[in-house]
C-alpha cells in the first residue's frame, strides 16, 4: 500500500505512566476543542497552527510528539475517565486477562462462561471474550466449549483427505494428538 497522510491528527496510541497504553483520537474541529479542554491543553488550543485538522494533519509528528510528552505522566486510567466524560474516543489497550474486569464488557454482556475440558483446570468454569458484534441485534454467544485434546483430530484430518490408515499412522507416532 502507499504511504498516505493520515486524515487525522489525533488518531493514535500513546503510551502513557507506568507503560500503559491507549489509543485516542479527535477527528473533527469540534472534537479537538474538545479534547483540549477535557486535557487541559488551553496551549493547544488557542495555537492557530492547529485551528483545523487539515493544520493539525499536516503538523501531526509535531503534534503527537508534544501529547506523547504531555500524556507520558498520566494513566490510562485517567485519561479514560476525561475523555469518557467529553464524549470523545478513546481504548485503553489491555492485556486479555484484564478484559474480565472491563466496564464496557461488562456492561455490554461481552463475556460468557466456557468449561474448560483438558489440562490442570479442567471442568472448571471460566470468563471469555465474546465477539465484538452483533447479528440481528444479538451478541452471538458460547457455541461450543473448547474441545478435548485431540477430540476432533480423526475428522479434521479426514477432512482434509487423510485416509484412516495415515491418521492412525500420525496419531501413534504423537505428530498429532
Known sequence: MPARISPWAIYDVFTVKDGEQIFLAAVS???????????????????ARYASNNER???????????????ATRSAAELSRLMEAAGLPFAPIMKPEELLDDPHLLATGGLADIQLTDGERAGRTVKTTL???????????????????????????????????????????????
Open 29 to 47: 474541529d469540534a472534537q479537538w476543542l474538545s479534547f483540549c479542554d477535557a486535557l487541559g491543553l488551553a496551549d493547544l488550543k488557542a495555537d
Open 57 to 71: 494533519v499536516q503538523l501531526r509528528p509535531e503534534l503527537l510528539a508534544t501529547l506523547r510528552e504531555r500524556l
Open 131 to 177: 465477539f465484538p458484534f452483533t447479528l440481528d441485534g444479538e451478541r452471538p454467544g458460547v457455541r461450543l466449549n473448547p474441545p478435548r485434546r485431540g477430540e476432533h483430530t480423526r475428522e479434521v484430518l479426514g477432512g482434509v483427505g487423510f485416509a484412516p490408515a495415515e491418521i492412525d499412522a500420525l496419531i501413534e507416532s504423537c505428530a498429532v494428538a
